[in-house]
């Protein structure tokens, strides 16, 4: 395996997939070089670049704003991952795909396993289960990480909100009934090159959907008072019950996710969720 194509390289995801695979050849692609939303580009696009993996690190990913933006959400959901795989599955080439805790219910008493019902509650989840269902009808040889709760040093996530947050105000009220595993942008891409190295050494693994997020559990309050913690910033956190905290897009109350089936299939496993946020919080962000 030469070269590697990672779609959407300036997310926050991408941003990480470059620095974690920088033994490979890696296309970075933007929207600047491949506007997604012209579908009809994509595949020819590709065609010329004639990678030996693709990478999806693109969607859409405003949860709220998905539910005035239903057909946006879908075509960068559904439609693109469906045609990404489609070259793939020409190519006979490997394709890793990104989805999402949300795709779930959110109503369960203990850690989500791929094979559980799904049921999403939203647009967003609607569209990116769609994008699964899509991915797994073609003949690629695809892989699907859901993950959850990311966060990051950078783009837009709830690490950085906080943090903004926290130079104009001394408390806030952050939601406490909503469980799940906070997952470093960074913790995804490092587990993802591990399993991109050993597909290129040749080992052969199952095809599919696997979970993968950071270990353990928590709440947002939980989680932004360790934020502040590690930040040294002294903030009074109020832990507030979703109802009073409404949002366009229903949330998960419980969506911690098995990654049982990712340790047993790669031996790959992402840290506890603590762990990688205090290696959130060391990054050293340059530029």
């Not at 959907?209 to 008072?225: D, L, P, R, V």
Request: include cysteine.
């Amino acid at each position: 395996m030469k070269k590697i194509a990672i779609v959407g390289k300036n997310g926050q995801l991408g941003q990480y997939l470059l620095q974690a695979l920088n033994k490979f050849e890696l296309i970075g692609i933007s929207r600047d070089e491949l506007d997604l939303t012209k579908t009809d580009q994509i595949h020819s696009f590709l065609l010329e670049l004639r990678p030996d993996l693709i990478i999806n690190a693109s969607a859409y990913t405003a949860v709220d704003k998905a539910e005035s933006e239903p057909e946006l959400a879908a075509l960068m959901n559904d439609a693109v991952p469906r045609i990404l795989a489609d070259y793939a599955a020409s190519e006979d080439i490997p394709f890793i795909h990104y989805s999402t805790d949300y795709v779930f219910a959110g109503d369960a008493d203990q850690p989500y396993k791929e094979s559980d019902q799904t049921d999403p509650q939203g647009q967003y989840g609607i569209t990116k289960l769609a994008g699964e269902k899509a991915i797994l009808a073609t003949s690629a040889k695809a892989y699907i990480f859901r993950t959850a709760w990311v966060y990051s040093q950078k783009g837009g996530n709830f690490y950085k909100t906080m943090l903004n947050l926290s130079e104009t105000r001394s408390e806030l009220n952050v939601v406490n009934d909503q469980v799940g595993s906070p997952t470093y942008a960074a913790s995804i891409a490092h587990a993802t090159a591990e399993i991109v190295e050993k597909i290129s050494q040749g080992h052969s693994y199952p095809t599919g959907i696997y979970h993968m997020t950071c270990q353990g559990e928590t709440n947002w309050s939980e989680f932004a008072k360790k934020i502040f913690a590690l930040n040294g910033k002294k903030i009074n956190i109020h832990g507030i019950p979703a109802s009073e905290y409404p949002t366009p897009a229903k949330r998960p109350s419980y969506s911690v996710l098995d990654n049982q089936k990712l340790i047993d299939t790669f031996n790959v496993q992402l840290p506890n969720w603590d762990e990688a946020l205090l290696s959130c919080v060391k990054e050293n962000i340059k530029g």
